[in-house]
């Protein structure tokens, strides 16, 4: 199995993903027929229902989870939280994690199986 930290797949799928995404939503904007207000709504309607945009929102939502969990465990250490909100708190990061890991492996995997391909 390949170790690599959710950081680092995060670092690298930013990295990867900007150039294009920006030179696709540039190529859309010129050769759209809409107004200037509509290729703006239609870039941000395409924006929130691609593959990408699903990412970095399910990214987002990972890291707040794991933020989260941080908070509540210092709150519980200065007394301020229950045991219960810390094992919820924590199983919620560790479900988190888990869920990044599965991803991240099949994703790697799939680079993988698309490199193995001869052209």
Not at 26 to 54: C, H, I, K, M, N
């Amino acid at each position: 199995m390949i170790e690599m930290s959710v950081g680092r797949v995060a670092a690298a799928y930013a990295a990867n993903r900007s150039p294009i995404a920006s030179g696709v939503a540039e190529a859309q904007a010129a050769t759209s027929p809409l107004s200037a207000a509509g290729r703006t709504d239609a870039v941000a309607a395409g924006a929130e229902s691609d593959f990408g945009g699903f990412l970095d929102k399910s990214i987002s939502q990972a890291v707040d989870t794991l933020k989260e969990s941080e908070r509540v465990s210092l709150a519980a250490v200065s007394g301020k939280a229950s045991a219960q909100d810390v094992v919820r708190s924590v199983l919620a990061a560790e479900m988190t994690v888990q869920s990044v890991v599965a991803i991240r492996d099949k994703m790697v995997q799939a680079y993988q199986e698309i490199m193995r391909i001869a052209v």
